[in-house]
């Protein structure tokens, strides 16, 4: 599997490159998916986490049963997946496989994303994290805003619309402002990568 990463945040700092110089004027666009402008507010509430109803005909792993509650608090998401451009401006690196400036970066692993924060809190100024698991959920289900949609904004009818799967994307990433927004305006919740999100999966 492709992942990638989604951040968070609850700043309103705009970018800088270290405690004493601010952003060149060039590479404010690098920025332009993470400004507090690109950020969506998410209500927290108390949702129900895991293979529901809805998602049961697609035959959900088992480690998503039992469905149960949980709460989250209010948090920031970015809009979109993090950029190959943004990831290589802040790593010198860049890992995917499928190349492209506002492709979503892919191929890294959890503890490079974790440095990938760092630096990136370290030039802006600004306290990003990865999103929990239940947090993530709770945003992809559209939070309080849910209509409890199979995939994230959208069921089967309209998927095209909405999801980048196996059916439609030709096995490759695609553009992380392409397709339409789930019901909080976030892109690319279902399909198109996987995301790491900050907890560990331990079975």
Not at 4 to 10: A, E, K, P, V
Not at 141 to 147: A, D, E, L, P
Request: charged fraction near 30%; glycine fraction near 8%.
């Amino acid at each position: 599997m492709a992942l990638g990463i989604s951040l968070t945040s609850c700043e309103k700092d705009e970018p800088k490159d270290d405690p004493n110089a601010p952003v060149e004027e060039a590479d404010f666009d690098i920025f332009e998916e993470i400004s507090y402008d690109e950020m969506v507010f998410v209500k927290g509430g108390t949702f129900t986490m895991g293979a529901t109803e809805e998602q049961i005909p697609e035959a959900p792993k088992d480690n998503e049963f039992p469905a149960h509650e949980v709460t989250v608090g209010d948090f920031y998401i970015g809009k979109y997946e993090v950029t190959q451009e943004l990831w290589e401006y802040v790593m010198k690196n860049n890992p995917s496989h499928f190349k492209g400036a506002k492709l979503p970066v892919e191929r890294v692993s959890w503890e490079e994303c974790l440095e990938f924060i760092n630096k990136l809190n370290s030039i802006t100024g600004c306290k990003f994290r990865m999103l929990t698991e239940a947090e993530w959920e709770f945003a992809a289900r559209g939070g309080t805003k849910t209509k409890h949609y199979k995939y994230s904004g959208c069921d089967d009818s309209n998927k095209n619309d909405y999801v980048w799967h196996k059916e439609n994307s030709h096995t490759q990433s695609h553009d992380i402002k392409s397709g339409l927004p789930n019901e909080l305006g976030i892109y690319c919740m279902s399909g198109n990568i996987g995301e790491w999100c900050q907890d560990w999966y331990f079975n």
